[in-house]
């Protein structure tokens, strides 16, 4: 089973940057649906953005477009999300996804997750 290892966590003050990484233990990880989730305390764990098993097709929660890019390095087996003009209401720990059996990620039993990396934004 791939495995995923994500970085590029940490606190940041609001309208900051942060780039996150998830590498892959397998070079099939290119071709997989992969996505970025996030889980706020208490909360339930949230689509990000993703990109799709077909066409690359590119999504996005519409509280980050227009601020978050999604993309992958195929060659380096790594995933990104680059988070731009952060804001209190991102913190959250975000997990890298993918799903080897599926076009898009979901939160189902095939998916398979990184151990998370936490984002905080400071007001």
């Known amino acids: 089973q791939v495995e995923l290892v994500e970085s590029g966590g940490g606190l940041v003050q609001s309208g900051g940057s942060l780039r996150l990484s998830c590498v892959a233990s397998?070079?099939?990880?290119?071709?997989?649906?992969v996505a970025w989730y996030r889980q706020a305390l208490g909360e339930v764990r949230e689509v990000v953005a993703g990109?799709?098993?077909?066409?690359?097709?590119?999504f996005y929660e519409d509280s980050v477009k227009g601020r978050f890019k999604v993309s992958r390095a195929k060659a380096r087996n790594t995933l990104y999300l680059q988070m731009n003009n952060l804001k209190p209401e991102d913190t959250a720990v975000y997990y890298c996804?993918?799903?080897?059996?599926?076009?898009?990620?979901?939160?189902?039993?095939?998916?398979?997750w990184g151990q998370g990396t936490r984002v905080t934004v400071s007001s």
């Open positions: 996804a993918t799903d080897p059996a599926k076009p898009m990620v979901a939160i189902t039993p095939s998916t398979v």
């Open positions: 397998e070079r099939a990880f290119s071709r997989y649906a």
């Open positions: 990109i799709s098993s077909i066409d690359e097709i590119t």
